[in-house]
């Protein structure tokens, strides 16, 4: 009797470690001590009673894990699946706008036209100095200082309020 609580005190506690339940690590030891004690009904022979009963309750803790996620899983098409609206809404543009709108009142007040396209060019569309430089005629590193200006800018002028 004392070996069969050490081994089922052993398994339940690997059961345990391995993130099952109390009640969950308890059900498949005792499953595995039914199987074994079926096994040797049976006529088979065992040679390591431990081993057996450790690998039976692996095995089924496993198929049970993944029983367990086979319905995490829609069963649907790509195309029948409901996908949600990660689109902003109507008062996430407007406060938006108004976003940009005071940045761009802030920027003009404080820096002028040019460093302010140079901004916008940089973070709105995606421009590098280069192409920015290009298209304002200057050099890169001119580009550089007038995005490094308008940074500052609102930098301490903290966020602009709509």
Known sequence: MDSFKTSFGKLYGAL?????????????VQEA???????????????????FLARTAFNLSVD???????HLY????????????LAPGPEDEL????YLDR???ILDEAVGEKTRNA?????LEGLTYAEIGEQLSMSGRTVERHIA??????SLNKRPQP
């Open 16 to 28: 345990r470690r391995r993130g099952k339940r109390p009640d969950e690590a308890e059900d498949l």
């Open 33 to 51: 001590f039914v199987r074994l004690l079926t096994y040797i009904d049976r006529g088979e022979k065992v040679l390591e009673p431990e081993g």
């Open 64 to 70: 049970q894990s993944r029983r367990g996620r086979a």
């Open 74 to 85: 829609e069963s649907q098409t790509v195309e029948e699946l409901r996908l949600p609206d």
């Open 95 to 98: 406060q938006s706008e108004q």
């Open 103 to 105: 940045t761009r009142e």
């Open 119 to 123: 901004f916008f060019l940089h973070c």
């Open 149 to 154: 200006k308008a940074v500052a800018v609102l």
